[in-house]
């Protein structure tokens, strides 16, 4: 049973767009990953969330965690080609393992 | 950052065999890896906890007879996937858990394709 339910599951865009990527659950978790996964390797992590509220920044990513720490998203400003790539999302519970959302595969278009 | 490195990076073998992936934390010691499992299109899916010197810990579905897991030292663990059959091909991924870190952070290896004739 997947805990964490990404959205859209595909997403394809011209460059210069905005797009937003949804990871919901019906869990409270004690922190919230977002990982960024290239064909032929692992996930590697772009953030960490850990506060109900909680908005962060990484130059054109902005991350934002739910105030009751159930969500999260990932919003994209002008996206660019390299931004292509399959996105996870993860959540941890207290003394629990991490879970991987069902994940959102983008195409930006050039 | 911490690295986590994976071998072999690919591998192709005939169906009954057995195939070993490795694991190592390069750089930091880790006493908790993980194993993961994706199929094409799909999200990560965990397969097994290993911890130093103890016993893996299995998920729900995952055949512990089938792939064996061994965690001998702080900086390496293995998975042997036994008898292996077409429906094991996959792209392997193991993770360290490096508890130096303010959120416990996992940091995940390269991955190892399989593929299983």
């Known amino acids: 049973t997947q805990l964490l339910e990404q959205s859209p599951q595909f997403l394809s865009i011209q460059e210069g767009e905005n797009l937003t990527v949804y990871c919901n659950s019906s869990?409270?978790?004690?922190?919230l990953q977002w990982y960024r996964q290239e064909p032929g390797e692992g996930p590697v992590l772009l953030v960490t969330v850990v506060t109900g509220g909680e908005v962060k920044k990484l130059k054109r990513l902005t991350f934002q965690f739910g105030d009751a720490r159930k969500d999260s998203s990932l919003h994209i400003t002008a996206a660019q080609p390299g931004d292509t790539g399959l996105y996870l999302c993860a959540g941890r519970r207290v003394n629990e393992k991490l879970t991987f959302g069902t994940g959102t595969r983008l195409t930006i278009i050039p | 950052g911490a690295v986590v490195s994976q071998h072999p990076s690919w591998v192709i073998c005939k169906s009954g065999t057995s195939v070993k992936i490795e694991c190592r934390s390069l750089d930091f010691q880790a006493t908790t890896m993980f194993w993961y499992r994706q199929f094409p299109k799909q999200s990560l899916m965990l397969m097994a906890t290993?911890?130093?010197?103890?016993?893996?810990?299995?998920e729900q579905g995952v055949e512990k007879d089938k792939f064996l897991i061994n965690h001998a030292s702080l900086t390496l663990s293995t998975l042997t996937v036994t008898s292996a059959h077409p429906e094991d091909s996959s792209f392997y991924i193991c993770s360290a858990r490096d508890f130096s870190g303010i959120y416990n952070e996992q940091f995940f290896g390269p991955g190892t394709r399989l593929t299983v004739l």
């Open positions: 290993s911890n130093e010197g103890s016993k893996a810990t299995y």
């Open positions: 869990s409270v978790f004690s922190s």
